[in-house]
Nanobody
Framework: QVQLVESGGGLVQAGGSLTLSCAAS????????MGWYRQAPGKQRELVAS???????NYADSVKGRFTISRDNAKNTMYLQMNSLKPEDTAVYYC????????????WGQGTQVTVSS
């Protein structure tokens, strides 16, 4: 079992920055990659960014150049640095892990709210 706990959400003005953290515990080698999803009211959950244990990254087009995903394997922690935030970035952000045995995003954190005011 793997547990994921997010932190770092909050309220920020447009143009500002926030950093989200995701602490993983348990059998962390059972998940690869890890990623950040978000879900805005009335919209489907979308993958924002992902990172493999080796550090390879992928980003949604909507956040490229503004968000940076990273991880510290020694601390079992993943981060999402969000810069130049826009009101449309407002959403609940979820930390997630893809199980290597199912190849599905089956492991989820509880979510953290990010609100960007205009």
């Amino acid at each position: 079992q793997v547990q994921l706990v997010e932190s770092g959400g909050g309220l920020v003005q447009a143009g500002g920055s926030l950093t989200l953290s995701c602490a993983a515990s348990g059998n962390i080698f059972s998940i690869n990659p890890m990623g950040w999803y978000r879900q805005a009211p009335g919209k489907q959950r979308e993958l924002v960014a992902s990172i493999t244990r080796g550090g390879s990254t992928n980003y949604a087009d909507s956040v490229k150049g503004r968000f940076t995903i990273s991880r510290d394997n020694a601390k079992n922690t993943m981060y999402l640095q969000m810069n130049s935030l826009k009101p449309e970035d407002t959403a609940v952000y979820y930390c997630a892990g893809k199980l290597v045995v199912t190849l599905s995003w089956d492991i989820w954190g509880q979510g953290t709210q990010v609100t960007v005011s205009s």
